[in-house]
């Protein structure tokens, strides 16, 4: 783990292949989060009664509104991710099916959208009905922020986003200077991030960078593209890194916390074995264990419980004793 302090200012960053540390500086408390709350694509959307099937927990593109009564009684529908079973979000707060403000100790209020890039202005949309990760906070903001609890130092906002932008943009010819592209994202991402904090998720902020996908069963195999597509997650990884830190030291008073994901996907791919996995580069539409990939994009449900230990770890490893 790398850390730093700079006048209030907490930037944690942790992988499980990094020495641990211990930021005994700062106030954040893995343990009195009690509020969790999501915002992302496929790899961190969960299903919910009132979303669209297998794409969100709430809304589509078509339907953003609701009511707070639907609001508060819509249910997350368990084992029903990308992953064919439950994900990161739903191991590492325990809210893994019913109403989240039924769930002890911590409650999960996860407005990632399958499917998602950043922004409809500088990337098509998959589907119609797609939700982007700056409508996401919109949503959150006009339909959900006054009627569920977010109090500071009891909630943790997670933001990961990125894996589609890197890949949707492989084939797009009108983008000429990717440096500058992501610039211009991530302008628009950490807008999003802005009124987020603004609009009262203003405690605690946890960044995941892009994982390896060039090493996905779609391009493992891929000489032309997949050299590519690792190419444009490094950039982008680099730019979200320059923007969390940006982030960070204009909202002095926030934790910020970024985890890994490249680092530790990668860690995992080249121990597989060690992890207990069997095959790293096919996949299989089942719930064998031994395969890291559930279809050519999508890593299993036991990635997702790794995952989610992982970045547990780290949490109580930054966190103060209570």
């Known amino acids: 783990m790398r850390w730093m302090i700079n006048s209030g200012l907490l930037l944690v960053a942790f992988a499980t292949c990094s020495p641990w540390a211990k930021a005994t500086e700062t106030s954040f408390s893995w343990d009195k989060i009690k509020y969790f709350y999501a915002f992302g694509d496929s ?3 969960v299903q919910g009664t009132l979303g669209y099937p297998n794409y969100s927990w709430i809304g589509d593109e078509l339907n953003l509104s609701f009511t707070p009564e639907q609001l508060l009684s819509n249910e997350i529908v ?43 202005n500088l990337l098509p949309l998959h589907h119609n009905f797609s939700v982007q990760l700056v409508d996401q906070v919109k949503q ?11 109090p500071p130092g009891e909630t943790m906002t997670a933001w990961w986003i990125g894996i589609n932008d890197t890949g949707d943009s492989l084939g797009n010819q009108t983008i000429t200077d990717f440096h500058a592209f992501w610039e211009t994202e991530m302008t628009s991402y950490f807008q999003a991030v802005q009124m987020a904090y603004d609009r009262g998720l203003n405690s605690t902020h946890l960044f995941i960078n892009v994982p390896p996908e060039e090493r996905s069963p779609a391009q493992v195999f891929d000489t032309t593209n997949g050299p590519i597509l690792q190419q444009h997650i490094v950039d982008f990884n680099a730019v979200l890194a320059e923007h969390v830190q940006q982030f960070a030291a204009a909202n002095p008073t926030a934790t910020v ?15 597989y074995q060690a992890y207990g996995f069997g095959n790293i580069t096919g996949y299989c539409q089942c719930r064998d264990p031994t395969y890291f990939w559930l279809n050519t994009g999508h890593p299993t449900e036991y990635v997702h419980v790794l995952l989610a230990q992982a970045i547990l770890a780290g949490l109580e490893q930054v966190s103060v004793s209570t």
Not at 140 to 150: F, L, N, R
Not at 258 to 270: G, S
């Open 43 to 45: 790899y961190t959307f």
């Open 78 to 120: 368990p084992r029903n991710t990308s992953s064919d079973g439950s994900n990161w979000t739903e191991f590492l707060t325990g809210c893994m099916q019913g109403k989240p403000s039924e769930c002890s100790p911590r409650q999960l209020w996860n407005f990632a959208f399958a499917g998602a890039d950043i922004d409809i």
């Open 140 to 150: 959150w903001s006009d339909y959900a922020a006054d009627y569920i609890p977010h």
């Open 257 to 271: 916390l970024t985890f890994d994901a490249h680092t530790w996907f990668n860690n995992v791919l080249d121990n």
